[in-house]
């Protein structure tokens, strides 16, 4: 990734004489770079204990990147009289590479300063060589040498920020193709094999799949998840998100409890799979039962609490067949009436055919409860008061509730 942020500058301009100082001073330490290379390495070891024994960069690898960073910087003094701009090709060499590795960026940033002081210490000690000693030269260009340090130490943390920030979306790119094929059916063996791991699921099932409509904001749903211990990954797409969740404890009641403390919310839940082979089939059956639920209605369910609704969904021309030859004449009438009508077979559908209890509800006197199933019979020709008729009016206002043919 190319990093083009320009760092804080522009640098502070010490007299021509002392640039010229520096200049030598650093022309110098490059003919002794493997020696003074040989102190950093040791230097970043002794204060960075993640260095030692190449726990976080191999030791051919850190010698070789402090080299180039040594030569950078000490090539960077040599050209100070001249003017030219610092090269930062190294410092970000270092960046992308500490991320791609996963050193913190705290640890890379004390190393490359420590490589600074190193230089520092050097500098004073070849001037000391000297027949003259220029003090006043050489601590004039002091703040040069230090800003030098932390303009380099910028590029650093900037290459390993976009460094980073490409490593987190090509993971979560990963994750997300992956998610998908598992949920398409379309995961190879390979796939399978690493897919627990990458997408932070246990490596056993059960597992089940959630499809939830709208999606909440934030990551509400993982968190509520995770209050129970619940591992999850999720795919948005489009108005909704789908979710492969391990049901290993609580089983799929205690999911079910989970997302429906999100609210407003829709959500269909599979049945439970044993095997992450099986989520295909797990994801289109939890779509299936989402769309067993009418579109007005807020509520998470599984497949099993809607298997009568699902078969209706499944085949909507049927679905609407038998809604218009049982309910047709009653959804035709005014619209008042209907209500009322639909209202009082519900209840009384709901309440095991308890007319004492729907008179309760709505509430009226029993004997309107009668009227009004009587009123149902003549329009539909069916009979709510009858195993057969309550078999087809229920089928047939649940048809009607999923097409929302009601007005």
């Not at 300063?113 to 060589?129: F, H």
């Not at 199933?373 to 229920?394: A, W, Y």
């Amino acid at each position: 990734m190319e990093v083009t942020e320009p760092v804080e500058g522009p640098l502070r301009r010490p007299t021509a004489q002392s640039l010229r100082l520096l200049a030598a001073l650093a022309t110098a330490l490059s003919y002794r770079i493997e020696e003074i290379t040989d102190r950093t390495v040791e230097a970043i070891c002794e204060r960075e204990e993640g260095y030692r024994e190449g726990r976080l960069v191999p030791m051919e690898e850190l010698r070789r990147s402090v080299r180039d960073s040594l030569a950078e910087y000490l090539g960077v003094l040599t050209r100070l009289p001249g003017g030219e701009e610092p090269s930062r090709d190294q410092a970000w060499a270092v960046g992308r590479s500490r991320a791609e590795l996963g050193v913190p960026l705290e640890s890379v940033l004390r190393a490359y300063r420590l490589g600074g002081s190193v230089i520092w210490d050097e500098l004073l000690d070849e001037a000391r060589r000297r027949p003259e000693r220029p003090t006043d030269d050489l601590m004039e260009a002091a703040a040069l040498v230090w800003q030098m340090t932390d303009e380099l130490s910028a590029a650093v943390g900037v290459a390993y920020r976009h460094s980073e920030a490409g490593l987190i979306s090509r993971d979560r790119n990963r994750r997300d193709g992956l998610l998908q094929g598992l949920l398409n059916g379309v995961a190879t063996e390979r796939d399978l094999v690493f897919a627990a791991e990458t997408l932070g699921l246990p490596e056993l099932g059960p597992y089940l799949v959630a499809v939830v409509e709208p999606p909440p904001g934030g990551d509400q749903v993982t968190r509520q998840l995770a209050v129970f211990n619940i591992p999850s990954a999720w795919l948005t797409q489009g108005d909704r998100q789908i979710g492969l969740l391990s049901s290993t404890h609580g089983g799929s009641d205690l999911v079910q409890r989970c997302l429906s403390r999100v609210v407003p919310i829709r959500a269909g839940m599979s049945p439970e799979v044993g095997s992450l082979a099986d989520v295909g089939g797990a994801y289109r059956q939890a779509e299936l039962a989402l769309r067993s639920i009418p579109a007005h209605r807020h509520a998470v369910v599984t497949l099993d609490e809607r298997l009568s609704a699902a078969l209706l969904v499944s085949s909507p021309d049927l679905a609407r067949r038998l809604a218009d030859r049982v309910l047709g004449r009653l959804l035709e009438i005014d619209r008042g009436e209907r209500r009322t009508l639909l209202r009082t077979l519900r209840l009384f559908l709901a309440g095991d055919g308890s007319v004492v209890q729907v008179a309760l509800q709505v509430p009226c006197h029993r004997n309107t409860v009668l009227n009004r199933l009587n009123r149902i019979h003549e329009l539909t020709g069916f009979d709510p008061t009858t195993p057969s008729g309550v078999t087809d009016l229920t089928m047939a206002l649940e048809a009607a509730e999923l097409l929302s043919l009601f007005g």
